[in-house]
């Protein structure tokens, strides 16, 4: 996984013009049947990727924290949401709450989440190649490539099932 991970941001990189050319197709020419194919893309991926040997994700990056994640998180660490806020989180240029600083602080030496169950919702919709209407959301998944091998692996079976 470290071999992977490591060629990852360069990889995302030399294929990002041939990716946002694709996604630019994509968003002019919507196939019917994407957000099927998508989820078929995307469960087969996870069947054989395990986030416990890359967590890449929390590593490198912070997710952004809705009200409502930080009073569910702040409830289950039994602090009020000031507090959580105070010591965990700052406002981002977009006014948005993110971590202060990565890697994630609930993140464990085993790559496991401290807040599992109640992580917030951008934590659990990574890397977003289910989601609907994903020719909506491609500006994120072009960064999300350089971050998730799960999620480039995904796009470049998407290139072949979907040719443009």
């Given at each position: 996984?470290?071999?992977?991970?490591?060629?990852?941001?360069?990889?995302?990189?030399?294929k990002?013009?041939?990716?946002?050319?694709?996604?630019?197709?994509?968003?002019?020419?919507?196939?019917?049947?994407?957000d099927?194919?998508?989820?078929?893309?995307?469960d087969?991926?996870?069947?054989?990727?395990?986030?416990?040997?890359?967590?890449n994700?929390?590593?490198?990056?912070?997710?952004?924290?809705?009200l409502?994640?930080?009073?569910?998180?702040?409830?289950?660490?039994?602090?009020?949401?000031?507090?959580?806020?105070?010591?965990?989180l700052?406002?981002d240029?977009?006014?948005?709450?993110?971590?202060?600083?990565?890697?994630?602080?609930?993140?464990?030496?085993?790559?496991?989440?401290?807040?599992?169950d109640?992580?917030p919702?951008?934590?659990?919709?990574?890397?977003?190649?289910?989601?609907k209407?994903?020719?909506?959301?491609?500006?994120?998944?072009?960064?999300?490539?350089?971050?998730?091998?799960?999620?480039?692996?995904?796009?470049?079976?998407?290139?072949?099932?979907?040719p443009?």
């Amino acid at each position: 996984m470290k071999h992977i991970l490591n060629n990852l941001p360069k990889e995302a990189k030399d294929k990002h013009i041939e990716n946002k050319k694709y996604f630019d197709k994509l968003k002019k020419k919507t196939p019917k049947n994407l957000d099927y194919v998508m989820q078929d893309l995307h469960d087969a991926e996870f069947k054989k990727t395990d986030c416990l040997k890359c967590a890449n994700c929390c590593k490198t990056t912070g997710p952004l924290f809705t009200l409502a994640d930080i009073e569910r998180v702040s409830k289950y660490l039994k602090q009020k949401p000031q507090q959580f806020i105070e010591q965990n989180l700052r406002i981002d240029e977009d006014k948005d709450y993110v971590l202060q600083s990565v890697p994630c602080t609930f993140l464990d030496d085993e790559n496991e989440c401290m807040i599992y169950d109640v992580r917030p919702k951008a934590c659990r919709e990574f890397p977003h190649t289910d989601r609907k209407k994903f020719n909506q959301i491609t500006d994120l998944t072009l960064k999300n490539l350089a971050i998730c091998p799960a999620a480039y692996n995904i796009v470049e079976e998407m290139k072949k099932k979907l040719p443009l």
